[in-house]
């Protein structure tokens, strides 16, 4: 199989990276590799079309939708990596969270039509922090997180059962969470 992956070079795109590469040809797209979303684009669209699974899971702005939007119907498998973050643009911005519901906005109307391809959206909470991450004041530290691996966990169980279309990691936002959030937005 051969899987490409956005935002391969750190966080959950470096280990899924890791992770696929183990038993199949990954190919990463970023710009240490010569895949530019701002210049690059057609390059980028034609390798995810010459894959079986795309991993959707570089946020720029808006083309990660975008990006779904261009390949859905080229690609055999796709998995999106969501947030749960839209569901509160209060907290966490209001771009970024418009951005994430529209991507599982798209992803849910795809894939409620027949004889579309498999397609994935996982949905995650806070995400464990790389060890460079840990001292970053911009970082929201939660005692709850979903780990690496329960994502590589989770895409690697729907590719058995793609009928699968929406998957949660819901972690609470508790109250040092909150304390950490109103730190980086004043106007929670």
Known sequence: ???????????LGRYLYDHFSKEHTVVGLSRTTGFNFEKDWKKIVDA??????????AY???????????????VSKIVCIGSQARKYPNLVGIEYSKNKQQL???VDEYTSLDNTNPCLHVDLGFM?????DIDD???VKSPFYTTYKEVSDVIDFWLDNPKIKNIEFETPITDEVMIQLKNHN???
């Not at 199989?1 to 966080?11: F, L, N």
């Not at 995810?48 to 899971?57: C, G, Q, V, W, Y």
């Not at 464990?128 to 460079?132: A, D, R, T």
């Open 137 to 139: 004041p911009c970082k």
């Open 128 to 132: 464990q922090l790389e060890e460079s």
């Open 48 to 57: 995810i079309s010459e894959s079986d699974l795309f991993i959707n899971n």
């Open 1 to 11: 199989m051969i899987v490409s992956i956005t935002g391969h070079t750190k966080g």
């Open 104 to 106: 599982y906005n798209m």
């Open 186 to 188: 004043p106007d929670i």
């Open 60 to 74: 720029l702005n808006n083309n990660q939708n975008l990006l779904f939007d261009e390949v859905k119907n080229k």
